[in-house]
C-alpha cells in the first residue's frame, strides 16, 4: 500500500476548512493507504501560545479525528511531539535548507507581518522544514492538504531532491581516470527520501471565511463569526450563517469573481450534502439568500450533530485516547527511526 500522512495543529478550534480541506478526505483515504494522522503540536508553538493550553488543545484534536471517522484499525493516529525523531531530522534538514527558500514563503511573510517582529520567533521561519521533516520521515506517497500548504510542499520535495542529491546513491567512481561522485542508477535506488506529492482536493480546498470572501477561513482568524468550528452548539452555527457576509445580486450562482461569498457558501452547501456542483447550481439559481442561509444552516447542524456526540463520548474516556496515541506514536517511531538512522548514516555520521 502506498502511505499518505498529514496533520493539523492544534492553535485553535478545528473549522470546517481544515474539516473539507482536509480531515473529511482522510476518512475515505484512510481505506486505501497507509495512513498516518498526526496533530502537529510543535508547530503550534511557533507563534505566542498559551503553555496551559496546549495539552488539551491537542488532546481535543485527537478526539475530533476520531469524531470524524480516522478509524484505528485502517490510520495510526499519534502527537508529533511524541516522536522525536521529528526534531532530529529537521535539524539534519535544515543544514541543507537555504535561508532563501525559507524567506520566500507566503505564510511566514503574512504571519510575520501581522505578528510583528518582536513577536516573530526562528521557529516560524523554520516551519516548513519541520513539516518536511514530518512527511520525508514516513517515506510518505501522497500528503492530502489543503492549497495553502501547496508552496509547503513544494519546498518538501525539493528539499527531499536535493538531500537525494547531495546524500543519496551517490558512489565514488573512476570516470575518465577521475575520482568523481555520481548517481547509482534509478531514481528510487540508493535515494534516501521518496519525494512525495500534495494531494489537494478539487472542491474544498480553500474554504473562505464567512465574513470576507477573499481571506481563507483560519483558526487565528480574530473574529470567531468568521468560521464555523466543528464544535459550535446549533444555535451558533445558525446565527453565524444569519449573520454571515452575502451580496445584493439576485438568484444565487458558483465562480462569478466579483461574488466571492456567494461560491463559497454554494461551495460549503455543496460539500457537506454530498451533491454535485451541477445539482447545487441548479437547486439554488433563483434562491434568495433568506431561503438559502435557512438550508445552509440545517445542512451543517445535520451533517456536524454525529461528529460532536462521537466528539463528547471520546473525549470522556481519556483512557482510550491516551490509549489510541501511544499506540500511534509507537508504530509511527518504528518507521520514523528507520528513516533517521539512514539519513545519519547517508550523511557521514558514526553510527550507534
Ligand atoms: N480555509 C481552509 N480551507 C481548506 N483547507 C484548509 N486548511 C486550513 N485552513 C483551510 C487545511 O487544514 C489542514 C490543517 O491546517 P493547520 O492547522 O495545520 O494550519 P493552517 O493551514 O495554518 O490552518 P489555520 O486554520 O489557518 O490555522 P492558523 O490560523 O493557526 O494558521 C491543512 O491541510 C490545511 O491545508
Redesign the pocket.
Known amino acids: 500500500k502506498k502511505r499518505i500522512v498529514?496533520?493539523?495543529?492544534p492553535?485553535?478550534s478545528i473549522?470546517l476548512?481544515?474539516y473539507?480541506?482536509?480531515i473529511k478526505n482522510w476518512i475515505s483515504l484512510q481505506n486505501s493507504y497507509e495512513a498516518l494522522f498526526f496533530i502537529?503540536d510543535l508547530?503550534a508553538i511557533t507563534l505566542p501560545y498559551d503553555a496551559q493550553l496546549l495539552s488539551k488543545a491537542t488532546k481535543n484534536t485527537a478526539a475530533i479525528y476520531l469524531a470524524c471517522g480516522i478509524d484505528t484499525s485502517k490510520a495510526s493516529i499519534f502527537v508529533q511531539s511524541h516522536v522525536r525523531a521529528h526534531v532530529e531530522l529537521m535539524w539534519l534538514l535544515s543544514s541543507a535548507t537555504p535561508i532563501g527558500w525559507l524567506n520566500r514563503m507566503i505564510?511566514f511573510k503574512e504571519?510575520s507581518r501581522k505578528a510583528g517582529d518582536e513577536n516573530v520567533g526562528v521557529a516560524l521561519l523554520t516551519y516548513p522544514v519541520l513539516m518536511a521533516s514530518d512527511i520525508l520521515l514516513y517515506q510518505s506517497d501522497f500528503v492530502?492538504?489543503?492549497?495553502?500548504?501547496k508552496q509547503h510542499m513544494e519546498l518538501t520535495r525539493e528539499l527531499a531532491e536535493r538531500i537525494n542529491n547531495l546524500y543519496g546513491g551517490r558512489k565514488w567512481k573512476k570516470m575518465g581516470g577521475f575520482d568523481c561522485l555520481c548517481y547509482s542508477g534509478d531514481r528510487r535506488g540508493g535515494a534516501i527520501f521518496k519525494v512525495p506529492e500534495p494531494l489537494i482536493p478539487q472542491a474544498?480546498?480553500?474554504?473562505?471565511s464567512l465574513t470576507d470572501g477573499l481571506s481563507?477561513?483560519?483558526?487565528?482568524?480574530p473574529s470567531d463569526q468568521s468560521r464555523i468550528n466543528l464544535l459550535d452548539p446549533k444555535d451558533v452555527i445558525a446565527n453565524k450563517i444569519k449573520r454571515c457576509k452575502t451580496d445584493s445580486f439576485s438568484g444565487l450562482e458558483f465562480d462569478n469573481p466579483d461574488r466571492p461569498e456567494c461560491n463559497n457558501l454554494l461551495s460549503i452547501f455543496q460539500l457537506i450534502t454530498g451533491r454535485t456542483k451541477e445539482e447545487v447550481a441548479r437547486e439554488c439559481q433563483d434562491m434568495n439568500w433568506g431561503t438559502f442561509k435557512t438550508l445552509l444552516a440545517d445542512a451543517l447542524i445535520d451533517h456536524l450533530h454525529p461528529i460532536q456526540v462521537r466528539y463528547e463520548e471520546i473525549i470522556s474516556d481519556p483512557a482510550y485516547l491516551d490509549g489510541v496515541l501511544l499506540e500511534g506514536a509507537t508504530k509511527a517511531t518504528c518507521i520514523a527511526d528507520a528513516t533517521l538512522n539512514s539519513v545519519y548514516q547517508a550523511m557521514g555520521f558514526v553510527q550507534r
Open positions: 498529514s496533520g493539523v495543529q492553535t485553535g473549522h476548512g481544515n473539507l480541506g482536509a502537529v508547530h505564510q504571519k492530502p492538504v489543503g492549497e495553502d500548504q474544498g480546498a480553500r474554504v473562505m481563507k477561513m483560519s483558526k487565528s482568524a
